[in-house]
């Protein structure tokens, strides 16, 4: 059933996103003035602090000072600074305590924790988070129309842990923004569906049960948005679709949920699906949902790859547009305005440096402002706000697009993450990139891909790299692909290019796996208890059991 949501609370919310939209429009004519602003505000705010303290937050009169006075870290080295404030000391790294610690993947396994304080939300984590709906509220309005017009499958709010002080330490899409921060219109679309709280029965059910519950409440609604943020989640989709389609229809026809009573039968909508199965051989969501118009998730990276085959298995007339360039720790850019991938830095949030993504990340490294930025070139992201992190070393990798209104327009290129073992010192944006123009030069698609450095001490290392063919490669396609793939590679990285020169690298191998295999490998690992937003897509594969996984041994 269709529910509609309040006539004045709809009407609030999308002035609200709009207005927010316009405001960083109306930033970027300005945006050194608001730069400085927000370094200026955070060394204010938090002069007193036992980090401000200690680097002389109060004695800084200019951006020289403060790249003296503080250097360069990653969460690893502010991690004291950050366990303090979780274990309940005041006063730490911001004036204000952390009222929740945002939950992101660290880079040895463990959760971060994210300190975010009141002061955070409101002056840089809601303008940018209401202006990423804006394009919903301008350009596609019949997905806010209804409650249940968006299956948000980011949107979970299982129990969350807690800090050693007892704050919640939770994903950003489990913590309810109007309860913790007075902010009843943050609530995101598809966040108030009949799905987004499922019934008692379902409290100890696991992730991959709850996926399916959602999917099967979600398939008597007349969607038009599906939200994931993360791609592989979008992805996961179809696949899921086609796995339980005859479970979804005997749930239906039974009135049950997973199972339990859940509400009178739906015996009209069990008999159509199993029509539309029998017709197409299975369910996709076009079939389900033929009024889908939007897919919001990140679109670069190894998503790049796979999402216009993806779109279509949504419906011929869906747009996807681009997920903001942030993260747990705050944001960098948001679209603000329909571009595919890419949006301008949100220059009143936080004050933002830059490195040449080829340069490793020193506590002394020199820094790029937002305005000597090169189109073309990527980046290091390093910044500064008042929730406490400051010279942070985000650890993701930004392209310059172009620019709007003489800000750069960046997109996400991919983790920092460096394989090296012949001094070849690939980026994760190389491997993409190489990937995509040697696809495209023998009109060939994959569903997926992952890479891996093969280096035993004993043969010349090697790249491998495991391919999920949209449809079958020939014999020859595939040779051809792995020449050119090497060539790329040696386009894209100086550093490929002079190993395989020197003789310390071999071409690379690859392995064609079947189309499916990646969305089992994330369901898997969904099955193994990790949360369907933290499992993602992986160029590099470090995870010797994944990989075996994915090539099917």
Known sequence: MTQTPTSSRLTQYRHRVVAER??????????????????????????????GVEHGFARIRNIDDFRSAVPIRDYDALAPWIERAAAGEQNVLSADDPVVFFKSSGSTGD??????????????????????????????????????????????????????????????????????????????????????????????ADHLERAYLRLRLAVQADLRCVIG?????????????????????????????GGHPYGPADRERAAQLERLAAYHGTLLPAHVWPNLELIFCWTTGLASLYLPRLREAFGPGVTVLPAPVAASEGPVAVALDRH????????????????????????????LRHDELAEGQEYHVVFTHVGGLYRYALGDVV???????????????????????????????HVVRALRTALDGGGL?????????????????????????????????????????????????????????????????????????FLTEWQWRVAQGTRPAQVKDRVFQRDEAGWQRVLGR
């Open 22 to 51: 316009d405001a960083l429009r109306r930033a970027l004519p300005t945006a050194a003035e608001h730069q400085q602003q927000a370094l200026a505000d955070v060394l204010a705010h938090n002069a007193g602090t036992a980090f």
């Open 111 to 204: 959760s971060k924790k994210i300190p975010i304080t009141r002061t955070f939300m409101k002056r840089v984590f809601f303008p940018f988070y209401y202006a990423a709906w804006a394009n919903f509220a301008e350009h596609f309005p019949a997905v806010l129309a209804h409650d249940d017009s968006t299956l948000n499958l980011k949107h979970d709010p299982v129990p969350v842990d807690t800090t050693a002080s007892g704050r919640p330490h939770a994903g950003a899409s489990q913590v309810d923004f109007g309860t913790a921060f007075g902010e009843p219109l943050s609530a995101e679309p598809g966040t108030r569906a009949p799905w987004a709280t499922l019934p008692a029965h379902a409290a100890d």
């Open 229 to 257: 943020i993360n791609p592989a989640m979008v992805a996961a989709v179809p696949h899921q679709l086609a796995q339980w389609w005859p479970r979804i229809v005997k749930d239906l026809h039974d009135g049950t949920l």
């Open 340 to 367: 595919p991938t890419a949006g301008p830095l949100v220059v009143p949030a936080a004050w933002y440096e830059f490195l040449p993504a080829d340069d490793d990340i020193r506590p002394d490294s020199p820094t």
């Open 399 to 429: 392209r310059v697009v172009d620019r709007v209104a003489g800000v750069p327009r960046v997109e996400y290129a991919g983790r920092r993450n460096l394989s090296d073992v012949a001094g070849e010192r690939l980026r994760e944006s």
């Open 445 to 517: 698609e994959v569903v997926n891909a992952t890479c891996r450095a093969v280096d035993t001490g004993v043969d010349v290392p090697r790249y491998e790299f495991a391919l999920a063919p949209f449809r079958p490669f020939g014999d020859t396609e595939t040779r051809t692909l792995a020449g050119a793939l090497d060539t790329a590679l040696g386009s894209v990285s100086a550093g490929y290019r002079t190993a395989r020169a020197a003789g310390r690298l071999d071409p690379p191998v690859l392995h064609l796996v079947p189309a499916d295999r």
